[in-house]
């Protein structure tokens, strides 16, 4: 019998202004959003969030205006923070008042200027940082293709639970499927696992992943909920065609940095982030157009507007 206990995070996006300055005032409403998707929970300040335009101070600032947003609204969902930065001493502040705001886990990506040369040495950076939030679960952030740091997930799990006693699982973001699938095997749900590449989250269910951290969720969530329904009641046909309809999606995405163009496919659901700051570019108005007719070539505004497809999950 596969179980129907999935856990899904929204990886949220930072609302700006015009001029690139963080839009505080929005996120009462980004809450609100969030907690209509029917996920679990918030990853705050990752790479969609775009973590590493923003300063130490920003970032601080939005996780109070997020918890604010929970405790308002009287939510349980989750609230995972990320930390990480080149700098860990700032890593370790901002872990700090994470948990003293009330946040229910920190993250941290490895160092990427300065970079670890071994497991043995990310491990002890990451002991460094979670010593600073110990009352909450500190979580490894695997993503290779930005940081340039990769070492076996298996490696990172043998080690972390002997030097951080807070240590809770990682987020990976890296399509290497076997060295996760060792690692899922290796965790023997021992850790939380979650994994950051939307597009090949059924595959994944399939091999018996169950938690999920995604920035299409906060847009394409029915999807997810259809494919799950489909998947459960064996009807592996609508999974591949709901599967398409995503791809289909997911190449429109890819016309721009994903982060620019789910922006723009949050204003165009009404949910209005602002756009990216620099060194991302903003789009101008025929990158706009681009997205829009692409998008109304798919299933997209037909299908995340209906949540009667959801299931208990």
């Known amino acids: 019998m596969i179980s129907r206990q999935v856990e899904i995070l929204n990886a949220v996006f930072t609302p700006m202004h015009a001029d690139g300055s963080v839009n505080f005032d929005r996120i009462p409403a980004l809450f609100e959003h969030f907690t209509e998707t029917g996920s679990q929970g918030i990853f705050l300040n990752g790479t969609t969030g775009e973590c590493m335009s923003l300063t130490t101070q920003e970032r601080l600032r939005l996780v109070e205006a997020w918890m604010a947003a929970k405790v308002s609204s009287k939510s349980k969902s989750k609230l995972i923070v ?3 930065t080149t700098n860990l001493l700032e890593a370790a502040e901002m872990a700090k008042h994470a948990e ?3 946040a229910d886990g920190v993250s941290m990506v490895a160092p990427f200027y300065f970079r670890p040369k071994s497991t043995e040495e990310i491990v002890s950076q990451c002991a460094y940082v979670a010593q600073a939030a110990p009352g909450i679960p500190f979580y490894y952030y695997n993503i290779p293709s930005l940081t340039g740091v990769n070492f076996p997930l298996t490696e990172i799990l043998e080690l972390a639970p002997k030097r951080i006693p807070n240590f809770a699982g990682l987020k990976n973001s890296f399509n290497d499927l076997v060295d996760y699938q060792h690692a899922l095997h290796a965790s023997q749900q021992k850790h939380t696992l979650y994994w950051g590449t939307d597009e090949v989250f059924m595959m994944l269910y399939a091999g018996g992943n169950r938690n999920y ?3 299409t969720y906060n847009y394409m969530y029915p999807y997810y909920q259809r494919m799950l329904k489909a998947y459960l009641q064996g ?4 999974v591949m065609t709901l599967q398409a309809e995503a ?4 190449r429109v995405l890819t016309i721009h940095n994903g982060i620019i163009a789910g922006k723009e496919i949050m204003r165009l659901i009404g ?3 602002g756009p990216v700051r620099i060194p991302l570019q903003k789009l101008d108005q025929a ?3 681009a997205i829009f007719q692409k998008l109304k070539k798919t299933s997209f505004f037909e299908s995340v507007v209906s949540k009667k497809d959801q299931i208990p999950i």
């Open 82 to 84: 990320h930390v990480g």
């Open 100 to 102: 003293q705001s009330g």
């Open 213 to 215: 951290v995604g920035s």
């Open 235 to 238: 009807d592996t046909a609508t």
């Open 247 to 250: 791809d289909a999606i997911y």
């Open 271 to 273: 949910v209005d982030c």
């Open 287 to 289: 990158g706009k157009d």
